[in-house]
């Protein structure tokens, strides 16, 4: 669903409208804590829009990069850093009716989001399986004195097999269903307690499990915070509504990206352009969009750059085996080895990439599940105390 613009018709930022609305209560009750507080919440509101401004600024053709990607995990991770501060600091307040309900339903939504980070995993080792067949061209094909009928039809059979599994998901999906488990089992185990029934961390993501489905639970309901709310709690609901949106746009690029089943891009997303962040954000949402329907994304394996470019190179490659003689005449030889350095490229990104991007969607996952239950911990201490 599009986004929608700021019906309210004011120019300034959403988040200075609220931190004004603190300072006059401040003014009222003459408390040493809100200057303090207010600050470091306008401080996070301006940190995730230099971040995502950052991310917005990229050329077209990085945008969903592996590189670009990482940018965006790293962009998640530093924010939810300063979000488990902002958290901690207050962690006697969060306790109170309505902050107790808001970070109570943000926990509800990180806990979703393990499971898409499970999904992601399982589509990054199927890349990795793609990754395989593209070093069985390479070796057949590369660094040769002379290409041989022998050479061409043993890459011919690499590129077949890679396309069979492009087109067709489920031969991997039962298999890495069986195999996935979450990341971090044996370094989680305190965490994994402190979760107890949390229905969404789960030892694998089954075949009938669907991210649009979970994207669709964590943007649900995932409104703008009023004024009076604002006031009832200190600023605080705008810290966790945008982390809230943090969390749900990082989700979102990565189903996007990344091959998942039933990816449904096409989740309701929202957003007016209140806050400092809500232009990048919209920006980038727009533009992944686009993305998706010029690659017919409903059928893409995902809109991950390198995925695209694996496609460009099998297709380059099937067309000029199909149309090779023996021997090779030097024109037909040159092409070959241009080819090749086509796949050679692709492949040396997925070698470099893939295994520090799976690295940080651990991360994501180990931090959620501690950031929850560190917090949980802090706001019962603080609870015992009252």
């Known amino acids: 669903m599009p986004a929608t613009d700021c019906r309210e018709g004011s120019a300034a930022s959403f988040s200075g409208f609220g931190f004004s609305i603190l300072n006059r209560r401040h003014d009222q009750v003459n408390s040493m804590d809100t200057p303090r507080q207010v600050i ?5 509101q301006k940190q995730v829009a230099e971040r995502f401004n950052d991310l917005a600024a ?13 940018k965006l995990l790293d962009a998640y991770l530093c924010c939810q850093e300063e979000f488990r501060l902002i958290v901690f600091k207050n962690n006697d307040f969060l306790n109170r009716h309505p902050m107790d309900r808001y970070i109570s339903e943000f926990f509800e939504r990180s806990v979703k989001a393990l499971d ?3 999904a992601i995993r399982d589509g990054i080792e199927k890349i990795r399986q793609w990754q395989v067949q593209l ?16 050479q061409i039809r043993r890459a011919k059979k690499a590129l077949i097999d890679l396309a069979i599994r492009m087109l067709d998901g489920k031969e991997s999906k039962t298999t890495l269903a069986h195999r996935n488990r979450s990341f971090g089992h044996n370094n989680v185990t305190r965490e994994n307690k402190s979760l107890g029934h949390a229905r969404s961390l789960s030892w694998s993501v089954l075949r009938s499990w669907s991210p649009a489905r979970q994207l669709q639970a964590i943007g649900n309901n ?3 915070p009023r004024a009076n709310e604002i006031m009832a709690t200190n600023g605080l609901h705008v810290a966790v509504f945008t982390m809230n949106y943090v969390l749900f746009f990082t989700m979102w690029a990565l189903v996007a990206a990344i091959p998942c089943q039933d990816r449904g891009l096409q989740s309701h997303f929202s957003m007016t352009r209140q806050f400092i962040w809500s232009t990048p954000v919209i920006s980038l ?30 297709r380059h490659m099937n067309e000029l085996t199909d149309s090779v003689h023996f021997p090779l005449n030097e024109s037909k030889e040159g092409e070959v080895k241009e080819r090749i350095r086509e796949v050679k490229r692709v492949y040396g990104a997925l070698k470099d990439g893939l295994v ?31």
Not at 40 to 44: D, G, I, M
Not at 63 to 69: R, T
Not at 364 to 386: E, K, P, Y
């Open 40 to 44: 470091e919440l306008q401080s996070f």
């Open 58 to 70: 990229v050329d077209s053709d990085e945008l969903l990069s592996i590189a670009w990607i990482r």
């Open 116 to 118: 898409v980070c499970n």
């Open 135 to 150: 070093e069985i061209v390479l070796r057949a094909l590369d660094n040769q004195s002379c290409l041989g009928e022998g």
């Open 222 to 224: 995932l409104v703008a």
């Open 285 to 314: 949402h727009e533009r992944i969009l686009e993305e998706s329907r010029k690659r017919d994304g409903r059928n893409s394996c995902g809109l991950l750059k390198e995925i695209h470019e694996i496609e460009k190179c099998v």
């Open 356 to 386: 520090p991007l799976e690295r940080q969607v651990r991360e994501v996952f180990c931090r959620i599940v501690r950031i929850r239950a560190d917090c949980l911990d802090s706001i019962g201490q603080a609870n015992s105390r009252n």
